[in-house]
């Protein structure tokens, strides 16, 4: 079977090394330029070179010349791990079919970011769905599904490997299913769906009126390999990597959210609904926070200070 890749992740990279490793045969790999790339982004131009196959930027995947050039590599299937939905020209260019996947358990969890709002609503484990993908949002036909886990003490690089290890065992057995031909796929239970929507820098921008354990959560859903959560402080936005709970004495019950209770170089700890938490900053925390008493909820400091942070929030 003759395949193409389309995809921007090291999850889509798994996929296509599965197809490798089962003898198909990997005609290209597609992606975006590197400008058009979502964060944790993988390089597909250098594992095209290593594995001699065709390599493509298609920045608009339903463009005349992107369909062109999906034709023209005559493939049986698509396999498609892409942030934009594909029209039916595109859906057509493949002869047997394309194969789409998504980070949750359809028809649940569709949508966008699911491995982030699987992270911060606190899901500790999930389904890779691989499905047959028409024009709807993640409502094809189910091929196969795999588990995979989601360890609460670990960042979202963790998780991310899980579903990588969890893509590449559901590709090795899809393509033993598909030499038989291919699958009549089981109809997703449309009374079941829910779809998840596109996050924004506000829904990783920490504030201490939360409760302690959904800090964490939220920090964990953007730390690195991602940029990192968002702490507002006056005017500075500083990027939070990891987060913890740490148990106090009696005296934090009497502490107002936000309160700083101690302070380091690279780190702070505040009190938060429920208790303190201690921050972790990617870089060294800025000289002023070593004067201030308390972290304002972030809607004070963006009333104040509105253009200098919303143009460090957008980058």
């Not at 298609?58 to 498609?80: C, G, H, K, M, T």
């Not at 989601?150 to 690089?157: C, N, R, V, W, Y």
């Not at 400091?301 to 509105?306: N, Q, R, S, V």
Request: proline residues 6%; neutral net charge.
């Amino acid at each position: 079977m003759r395949f193409v890749v389309l995809g921007t992740s090291r999850f889509a990279l798994e996929c296509a090394r599965a197809i490798v490793d089962s003898g198909e045969t990997l005609v290209a790999l597609g992606s975006m330029s590197q400008a058009a790339r979502p964060h944790n982004s993988a390089d597909f131009g250098s594992y095209a070179r290593v594995w001699e196959v065709v390599y493509q930027e298609l920045d608009e995947i339903n463009s005349p010349d992107s369909v062109e050039w999906l034709r023209r590599q005559a493939a049986d299937y698509l396999f498609v791990s892409w942030p934009k939905i594909l029209k039916r020209e595109a859906l057509q260019s493949a002869r047997l079919g394309v194969i789409g996947t998504h980070p949750a358990e359809v028809p649940r969890h569709r949508g966008r970011h699911s491995l982030h709002w699987l992270i911060v609503l606190g899901f500790e484990q999930s389904k890779v769905s691989f499905f047959e993908m028409d024009e709807g949002i993640d409502t094809g036909k189910l091929l196969l599904s795999v588990p995979y886990r989601l360890d609460p003490a670990q960042p979202i690089g963790a998780a991310a490997d899980a579903l990588e290890g969890a893509g590449y065992r559901g590709m090795r057995e899809l393509c033993q299913k598909l030499k038989a031909g291919p699958l009549p796929g089981i109809a997703q239970a449309e009374e079941r769906a829910n779809y998840w929507r596109k996050r924004t820098p506000h829904d990783v921008t920490l504030d201490f009126r939360m409760s302690a354990e959904a800090i964490v959560r939220t920090v964990r859903s953007f730390a690195p390999p991602y940029p990192g959560a968002n702490l507002l402080v006056e005017k500075q936005l500083i990027k939070i990597g990891r987060a913890e709970i740490i148990a106090g004495g009696p005296e934090v019950a009497d502490m107002e959210h936000g309160k700083i209770a101690a302070i380091g170089p690279n780190w702070l700890r505040v009190k938060a609904d429920g208790g303190l938490v201690q921050l972790e900053s990617l870089a060294a925390l800025p000289a002023r926070i070593a004067e201030l008493q308390y972290i304002h909820p972030p809607t004070k400091y963006l009333l104040e200070w509105p253009s200098e942070l919303a143009e460090q929030l957008q980058r």
